[in-house]
């Protein structure tokens, strides 16, 4: 079992900065990838960016070049650094891990609001 802390988000104006942090505890071992969704009133879930335990890195077209994954693999929680923010990236944003054996777990979700 993997339990996953979301901390962080909140409210900016466009152009501002955010960072969400998800602290993963428990089978931490079994963790290969870990990353964010987000899903935006009467939109469907998408993915935000994802990391994996080697470093990989993977972004949404739409906050390539605004938002960077970082992981601590020490401290087993992963960061996502927004910048530039725009008011289409006002969702709630899940953290999710993901195991070896692809069995994956979700934060309980943070609000990230831009006001335009």
């Known amino acids: 079992q993997v339990q996953l802390v979301e901390s962080g988000g909140g409210s900016v104006q466009a152009g501002g900065s955010l960072r969400v942090s998800c602290a993963a505890s428990?089978?931490?071992?079994?963790?290969?990838?870990m990353g964010w969704y987000r899903q935006a009133p009467g939109k469907q879930r998408e993915l935000v960016a994802a990391?994996?335990?080697?470093?990989?890195?993977n972004y949404a077209d739409s906050v390539t070049g605004r938002f960077t994954i970082s992981r601590d693999n020490a401290k087993n929680t992963a960061y996502l650094q927004m910048n530039t923010l725009k008011p289409e990236d006002t969702a709630v944003y899940y953290c999710?891990?993901?195991?070896?054996?692809?069995?994956?777990?979700w934060g309980q979700g943070t609000q990230v609001t831009v006001s335009s």
């Open positions: 428990g089978t931490v071992f079994s963790i290969n990838a």
């Open positions: 990391i994996t335990s080697g470093g990989s890195t």
């Open positions: 999710y891990a993901e195991q070896y054996n692809r069995r994956r777990y």
